[in-house]
């Protein structure tokens, strides 16, 4: 992962990406804005724009008054909350630091055999490192010959950083087909609106106990990156496993009571639904007034903006861009696509001045933002 970044200097983020150790690490986002001295917003993330729910960080502030206790050792309070919200059984359930940690975990613990991503141009890099770590072979996206090898096959719904939505139907023909486990990160599909339960591949997993799991990274849904937080939904047998292996004390007390908090905090929900899908459909339209394509495949109600500039330099020169107007965004070099750009969705406000930047430097007249336009109204956010 992140070789095309790597040999083409990736100058925007170089002091960002100095964070990583590029020989035993991938690249990730989320650094960019320590090193923006006139930071305005960070879109080079997908954590809800409205940042962590007030009602969470409260809980979060209270539970330091208790860190000179060890944290609940079944994080009970936590994962009652978190299965109510997901409407999941609880004993089935398992929370810990971040996504990261169950990723890990899949590939440790999956069964023998190669690892194959979803059927994407680019995905999240961080199952091939945790792939590569664990021994397995890395198989192609597109390469459906070896499918008796693979033993991890991983889809990412809605995937990252295209925002291509696969469908139950064909998810479940993927699931019937592998020969291992099959791995669905979910981190997004709470974003859907209120009836997401429907659309998420938990309604699957009763039917492939032994070959659907489940994996949240809760960090984007209620945008607490720096807390950690991430779950795994699975049948019986892999639950037992996954629990056996878990780093004990992996969730602290903090990210106990932010997680219970968070998860009863409906309104902000409700206010999630209802505004972001059309701020995204308005960053949309901006960027299509600079002449870029972005991905129409991606619903409104996906948290992030995919957009192809035509060239691998036109799209580095628009990262470099942003970060001199102090909204840094992804290029998505690392990824594999450097014609390309993933941008967080963010507020009109924040659109605006980044919107401003790129005009000032690719359009010859310099237009400034339409009039026309305007935030739009969704009522459930499943458009």
């Known amino acids: 992962g992140g070789t095309v970044e790597k ?42 724009a409205f940042g962590a729910p007030k009602p969470a960080m409260d809980a979060a502030y209270a539970a ?20 109510e919200y997901m409407q999941w059984p609880a004993e089935r359930l398992l929370i810990g630091n971040g996504a990261s940690e169950f990723i890990d975990l899949c590939m440790r613990a999956g069964p023998p055999g190669k690892f194959k991503p979803g059927p994407y141009i680019a995905a999240y890099m961080e199952y091939n490192r945790a792939a590569i770590a664990s021994g397995r072979e890395v198989v192609g996206a597109f390469d459906d010959s070896q499918e008796d090898e693979v033993g991890v096959t991983v889809i990412i719904h ?14 479940e023909q993927r699931v019937t087909k592998a020969k291992g486990i099959v791995v669905v990160d979910e981190s997004f599909i709470p974003f859907h609106g209120p009836n997401w339960r ?37 049948g019986t047998r892999w639950y037992k496993t996954f629990k056996k292996l878990q780093t004990p004390w992996s969730c602290n007390t903090v990210a106990q009571a932010f ?35 972005v991905n129409a495949d991606s619903p409104s109600w996906v948290p992030w903006v995919f957009v192809d500039c035509g060239d691998a330099d036109v799209a580095e020169k628009a990262a470099a861009s942003a970060m001199a107007a102090g909204c840094p965004v992804r290029w998505c070099a690392s990824f594999g ?13 924040h659109q605006d001045v980044l919107y401003q930047a ?19 109204s969704h009522t459930n956010g499943s458009s």
């Open 7 to 48: 040999k083409m200097g990736g100058a925007v983020d170089a002091k960002a990406s100095a964070v990583w150790d590029t020989e035993t690490q991938e690249v990730h986002g989320g650094q960019t804005w320590r090193v923006c001295k006139n930071f305005v917003e960070d879109f080079s993330v997908t954590t809800n």
């Open 64 to 83: 330091l008054g208790e860190i000179h206790h060890y944290p609940a050792a079944d994080c009970g309070d936590a994962i009652t909350a978190l299965a």
């Open 358 to 376: 790129w005009a000032r430097q690719f359009l010859t007249d310099a237009a400034s933002v339409p009039a026309a336009v305007v935030v739009k």
């Open 337 to 349: 696509a450097p014609r390309h750009l993933r941008l967080g969705v963010r507020s009109p406000e």
């Open 158 to 171: 809605p995937n990252s950083p295209t925002g291509d939505v696969m469908t139950l139907e064909a998810l």
């Open 198 to 234: 429907d659309h998420s591949a938990l309604t699957l997993v009763e039917k492939y106990p032994d070959t659907l799991i489940v994996l949240n990274s809760w960090t984007k849904l209620w945008s607490c990156p720096g807390l950690r937080l991430g779950s795994i939904a699975c």
């Open 259 to 293: 997680c219970t908090a968070a998860a009863k905090d409906r309104a902000y929900m409700e206010q999630t639904w209802r505004v972001l899908p059309g701020w995204k459909d308005r960053q949309n339209e901006l960027l299509g007034k600079l002449g870029w394509i």
